[in-house]
Nanobody
Framework: QVQLVESGGGLVQPGGSLRLSCAAS????????MGWYRQAPGKQRELVAT???????NYADSVKGRFTISRDNAKKTVYLQMNSLKPEDTAVYYC?????????????WGQGTQVTVSA
């Protein structure tokens, strides 16, 4: 049973920082692309950042220069360092991964972690 477990969300003031982590566990053979998405109340889920197994990254324009995605392949973990946070960054942040298990290859989602940016 594959699981993606996020941690690190919380309440932070505008201009502050948070670091999200997402650890994959289970019968995992390989992890390909990993990423972070977010969904604010009343809005569709949107891409925040992705990173390939080789380390190539992609960011939404709204977070470029403020957020950094990274991964530790040995720990099967992806991180999202979020700096200069704005109230509009408030959302539930979801981890996503394309990975191969012992029986198939598919896309997985985590349960989400709440990030609230407010004074």
């Amino acid at each position: 049973q594959v699981q993606l477990v996020e941690s690190g969300g919380g309440l932070v003031q505008p201009g502050g920082s948070l670091r999200l982590s997402c650890a994959a566990s289970g019968n995992i053979v390989s992890i390909y692309a990993m990423g972070w998405y977010r969904q604010a109340p009343g809005k569709q889920r949107e891409l925040v950042a992705t990173i390939t197994s080789g380390g190539s990254t992609n960011y939404a324009d709204s977070v470029k220069g403020r957020f950094t995605i990274s991964r530790d392949n040995a720990k099967k973990t992806v991180y999202l360092q979020m700096n200069s946070l704005k109230p509009e960054d408030t959302a539930v942040y979801y981890c996503n991964a394309d990975l191969r298990t012992g029986t198939n290859s598919r896309n997985y989602w985590g349960q989400g972690t709440q990030v609230t940016v407010s004074a």
